[in-house]
């Protein structure tokens, strides 16, 4: 608005305004994308993986369920698995039961993240005295 400053008795004020149109951020895709190895897959094999089973093929014994993992031992664990998309040592367990006996903070990370396959190997068998 242009007023001759002869029209204008008195005081003048000034009021000036910037308007800028800021980028939008760029969305975190990956926080929020969940961890989740499809069937048709091959999950990447760690250090002494004899064979990949479904999670839910795992049975947990009942001292194992009664315990409680370090929570922060096992967040790196999550993020390790975030980082990499597969567990860094595979879980063991017993070849005929599929019982697990070591493990069990890689087998929670696998069910928080909702990982289907899990790297595993067999518990070595007891050579035989005779």
Do not use: W
């Not at 005081?11 to 000036?16: A, K, Q, S």
């Not at 969305?27 to 929020?32: G, I, S, V």
């Not at 091959?42 to 479904?54: L, M, N, Q, V, W």
């Amino acid at each position: 608005m242009d007023v001759p400053v002869e029209d204008c008795p008195g005081e003048i004020g000034l009021i000036c305004f910037q308007v800028s149109v800021l980028p939008e951020k760029p969305e975190k895709k990956e926080a929020t994308k969940p961890i989740k190895i499809q069937a048709a897959e091959k999950p990447k094999a760690s250090t002494g993986t004899e064979d990949f089973i479904a999670r839910k093929e795992i049975v947990v014994p009942e001292a194992f369920l009664n315990s409680h993992p370090n929570p922060e031992k096992t967040q790196q664990v999550v993020n390790y698995v975030k980082r990499t998309g597969h567990l860094d040592e595979p879980l063991t367990i017993n070849r005929e039961t599929n019982m697990l006996s070591d493990g069990y903070r890689r087998y929670i990370v696998a069910q928080q993240l909702d990982l289907d396959i899990v790297p595993v190997a067999y518990e070595k068998e007891a050579p035989v005295k005779g």
